[in-house]
């Protein structure tokens, strides 16, 4: 059993009677499809985040599809984002028929190297699509500038940055539009899938509220095409909604986990995470590097503690995604960061022993090698 897993199940025992609650509520109301909760989690969601609108879908895949097609990308359009990413980022794109323009990533924070984002654009460019990986923000400013002298609009991914800021603004107030992900295991899970869309554009709210109902801008009357059934369950919602309240208290215990891997990892040599100027990390991931990362990790396994690596395959490299004709070497941070990273354990109820037990472990291994 995963690590993430043992802390999903430890949240649901300390949060069952409320989650439960929560079921209980929706299906007492007697409304189970884009009713109250769903409402009421869109208005409390984008409130919190500073936003006018927020539409819930039903994963965070889709939440990227239709912000996309929101913003009027489509085929043979060019989005420029990154390869350090999961799948889902690249496969939105390819869903709209779009082309990703890769550019490299920074080795310290492995965030959008934005200096490299002018050079990606073509007369083609027609969205820039920054990943707020591993739980912080990438360089929104400088790429803002950038946005706005070629007339481009930011999709934010904030699938890993519920509650990251930057300079005080939320990921997900700082582009056009951002997509969520409430996937069990985010700093924000739902109990299955389940994905938002945040903007303060009214036209791109209009649209995505009628792309994730058929098309429909009213029931049984479909006035415009692509259209989805990607709705947020009201199930779901209603468990979000309740979630949202304790989502500053997730925040603290993931930052107090990761200041104790740094305060006891800082003498060792590997390379813990860097944190950007102006940034406030929610750490969804703690992540390291180090160049003999294999011989860590089977060792680690010997003692019975397994480590995850997100990601091992960068997405410019993998068979699915080879297509698009970006080959070995055209991304080296990217890719040497692929060959070195991996995660410590990260999740609210991971208990303090639990921790010591992996920082002993890999002091133990790191002496050895």
Excluded at 17 to 23: F, K, M, N, R, T
Excluded at 81 to 104: E, L, Q
Excluded at 124 to 150: F, K, M, S, W
Aim: aromatic share 8%; with cysteine.
């Amino acid at each position: 059993m995963t690590q993430l897993v043992w802390g999903y199940l430890r949240e649901y025992e300390r949060e069952r009677e409320d989650i439960l609650a929560a079921v209980d509520t929706v299906f007492r109301s007697g409304t189970l499809v884009l009713g109250p909760s769903v409402r009421e989690f869109e208005r409390e969601f984008a409130t919190f985040l500073g936003r006018p609108y927020c539409a819930g879908v039903d994963n965070g895949t889709n939440a990227l599809v239709l912000a996309l097609r929101a913003l009027g990308v489509g085929p043979g359009d060019e989005v420029v984002t990154v390869a350090n990413t999961a799948a889902p980022t690249i496969v939105a794109i390819d869903a709209v028929g779009a082309v990703p323009v890769f550019v490299d990533v920074h080795p310290g924070t492995a965030l959008m190297d934005v200096s490299q984002v002018p050079a990606a654009l073509t007369a083609r460019t027609r969205c820039l699509l920054p990943v707020h990986l591993y739980g912080q923000c990438a360089d929104l400013e400088a790429l803002n500038e950038i946005a706005a002298a070629h007339g481009l609009p930011i999709l934010e991914d904030c699938a890993q940055a519920h509650g990251a800021r930057q300079r005080g603004r939320f990921a997900g107030s700082l582009g056009a539009a951002a997509a969520f992900s409430f996937y069990p295991t985010k700093v924000l899970g739902a109990y299955g899938d389940g994905g938002a869309v945040v903007t303060a554009d009214p036209g791109v709210d209009a649209a995505l509220r009628r792309l994730r109902y058929y098309g429909m801008a009213e029931q049984y009357h479909v006035v415009s095409t692509p259209g989805h059934n990607s709705r947020l369950d009201e199930v779901q919602a209603e468990i979000l909604r309740r979630k949202l309240r304790r989502l500053p208290d997730y925040l603290a215990a993931r930052r107090a986990i990761a200041c104790r891997y740094a305060e006891a990892l800082r003498e060792t040599d590997l390379r813990l995470p860097e944190l950007a100027p102006g940034n406030d990390h929610v750490y969804y991931l703690y992540v390291v590097r180090h160049p003999r990362r294999e011989e860590i990790l089977r060792r680690l396994r010997e003692k019975d503690i397994a480590l995850s690596v997100s990601y091992r395959w960068p997405a410019h490299l993998q068979r699915g995604l080879a297509h698009h004709g970006n080959g070995p070497g055209s991304l080296p941070v990217t890719e040497a960061l692929a060959e070195e990273i991996f995660s410590l354990p990260m999740y609210p109820s991971l208990a303090r022993n639990e921790q010591d037990r992996v920082i002993d472990a890999l002091h133990t291994v790191l002496a050895g090698i």
